[in-house]
Nanobody, 122 residues
């Protein structure tokens, strides 16, 4: 079983930057996908970015492309999300997730973090 613990987040002004990290422990994935999702109040959880443990291939939601960067440190079992040029529309609870598959489908992610709040003020 994989446990994911997120850190980072908080309150930031529009145009600012925030970094999130997610450390995996337990039976960590040797392959597959790590991803970030987010959920704003009253909205469904949505995909933000993903990275493959092997090779580091990344993909992003159109809404964050060019502003957010996902990266990983395999030695530390940690995934990062650097968020720049933030807007109030980015306000949400951000979740780290892990899947043994190469996917962006939430139902195929078997491990989830507890979530961390990011609030962007205008």
């Amino acid at each position: 079983q994989v446990q994911l613990v997120e850190s980072g987040g908080g309150l930031v002004q529009a145009g600012g930057s925030v970094s999130l990290s997610c450390t995996a422990s337990g039976r960590t994935f040797s392959s597959g996908t790590m991803a970030w999702f987010r959920q704003a109040p009253g909205k469904e959880r949505e995909f933000v970015a993903r990275i493959r443990w092997n090779g580091g291939t990344t993909s992003y939601a159109d809404s964050v492309k060019g502003r957010f960067t996902i990266s990983r440190d395999n030695a530390k079992n940690t995934v990062y999300l650097n968020m720049n040029s933030l807007s109030p529309e980015d306000t949400a609870v951000y979740y780290c997730a892990g899947s043994p598959f190469v996917t962006t489908t939430p139902n195929l992610f078997t491990a989830w973090g507890q979530g961390t709040q990011v609030t962007v003020s205008s």
